[in-house]
């Protein structure tokens, strides 16, 4: 990727209504650099119609700040498909197997991909794993790379965007003129992307796209982990639902195959005095969430906690700026369907871009088709979140016979197999 001289715009503009004199930097400028936001800028270098378009993508921070992120994620097997032609991660782990069941109450369903006919369910990757690939993927491309932040809110008109954002560097003592204020850039776009992560873009602080959202706080927080167990089952990742919240634990492979990533969801003042326990405690604790089914909960390593909730923006555009990724919908972790909602997203506004170029039209192409799958997705996600951790002995006897269902109904199995590994495809 390369830093664009922003001092002079690139070239006239290509066929858009009433913009035949209007001079762009870009075509579509990207703000977000993380994985939804590379992916985006990847597929729109490779799809991009019967022209080339220009794209830049905004962060401050580079992706080669990511490599040591330890972050691990679930990518679905549509995800994979998606990200392959821009490179996939190397050191990934296949989930072949994922085991779905409640505390303290009967009732599991077991999803194999033979059942399926896919070489794997989807796939463990770290962060920085993904971030370095799909980075390494768009460095290849004509992308621009430029390193600042969004300094305010954008202004937009019927011909395009005017984004401001932050010097790259401030001056310093050594450039003469050091009592000299910043000064800020302004880059005209087509149309801007907001890939951020969240939906509020807190470096501007202010939403990029205005407009309702849904919200919801969860009152829990995930407590996230690196875990090794005595009597690891390769390939297999475990969803086992408690009365405080889900419990995860995805295979990170590795010689020994017995680390897992932990996802631990529960209530808030729990997740803190868990926070304050030795090693030996917390494994004591997670072992009597999770149970024996692996054998002993022998090592722990780094812990963080994160609050859980749901902030999903009802509109994806406001003219000519999109949200994509978490910038449009921030979910539960149950289920892992954040990331791979998102990489759709993006893969989705590619699409509609090279149908209809970088316009409004793209734009109003994209929501009308991202409808239904975010829907679906944020309402089941949601849904989980919630009804698994109503403590009421008669719902958990029908939760358990719901889940031992699936195992007798195969229509209803494959169909839940699909939405996580494809989303609702149109």
Same mark, same amino acid.
């Given at each position: ?87 996939? *991660? ?141 009597? *690891? #089952? ?35 003042? #729990? ?9 030996? #405690? ?24 994160? *609050? ?115 989303? #609702?495809?149109?």
């Amino acid at each position: 990727m390369t830093e664009s001289n922003l001092a002079q715009p690139a070239h006239d503009a290509a066929p858009d209504a009433h913009a035949d004199a209007v001079r762009y930097d870009y075509d579509v400028a990207i703000v977000g650099a993380g994985p939804v936001g590379l992916a985006l800028a990847g597929w729109l270098a490779r799809r991009s119609g019967t022209r080339a378009l220009r794209v830049a993508l905004i962060d401050a921070r580079e992706p080669d700040a990511s490599l040591g992120d330890p972050r691990a994620l679930a990518l679905s097997h549509g995800s994979r498909m998606l990200l392959e032609p821009l490179g996939w *991660p190397l050191d990934t782990t296949p989930i072949e197997r994922i085991h779905v069941s409640q505390r303290g109450y009967f009732g599991r369903t077991v999803i194999e991909r033979d059942e399926h006919g896919v070489p794997a369910l989807g796939y463990v990757v770290r962060y920085g794993a993904l971030v370095h690939a799909l980075a390494t993927a768009v460095r290849s491309t004509g992308c621009d790379w430029i390193g600042s932040s969004v300094a305010r809110a954008p202004r937009q008109d019927e011909h395009g965007v005017w984004l401001p954002i932050e010097p790259l560097r401030a001056p310093s003592m050594t450039d003469g003129n050091a009592g000299a204020a910043a000064t800020q850039r302004v880059v005209h776009a087509r149309l801007v992307v907001n890939a951020e992560g969240g939906v509020y873009h807190e470096a501007a602080a202010t939403r990029l796209v205005a407009g309702p959202h849904a919200r919801r706080d969860y009152r829990q927080t995930a407590l996230v982990s690196v875990v090794s167990v005595s009597a *690891p #089952q390769p390939r297999v990742a475990w969803e086992r639902f408690t009365r405080e919240g889900p419990l995860a634990l995805l295979p990170l492979g590795g010689s020994r195959q017995a680390d897992y990533a932990l996802v631990w969801c529960c209530d808030p003042a #729990q997740a803190a005095r868990r926070m304050s326990l030795s090693d030996a #405690q917390w494994l004591a604790e997670l072992q009597w969430a999770f149970g024996d089914r692996m054998g002993r909960f022998d090592k722990v390593g780094a812990r963080a906690a994160f *609050p859980l909730g749901l902030n999903a923006l009802t509109a994806l555009t406001d003219r000519r700026i999109a949200s994509i990724g978490n910038a449009a919908q921030t979910l539960h972790p149950v289920a892992g369907q954040g990331l791979n909602l998102g990489l759709r997203d993006a893969h989705a506004l590619v699409d509609a871009l090279a149908h209809h170029g970088p316009g409004p039209a793209a734009l109003h192409a994209f929501a009308a088709r991202r409808a239904l799958d975010r829907r679906l997705t944020i309402s089941a996600t949601d849904a989980l979140a919630r009804a698994f951790t109503v403590d009421f002995t008669p719902l958990a006897a029908l939760r358990g016979l719901a889940l031992g269902a699936l195992d007798l109904v195969p229509p209803l199995k494959t169909a839940l197999a699909r939405q996580m590994m494809f989303g #609702q495809r149109r």
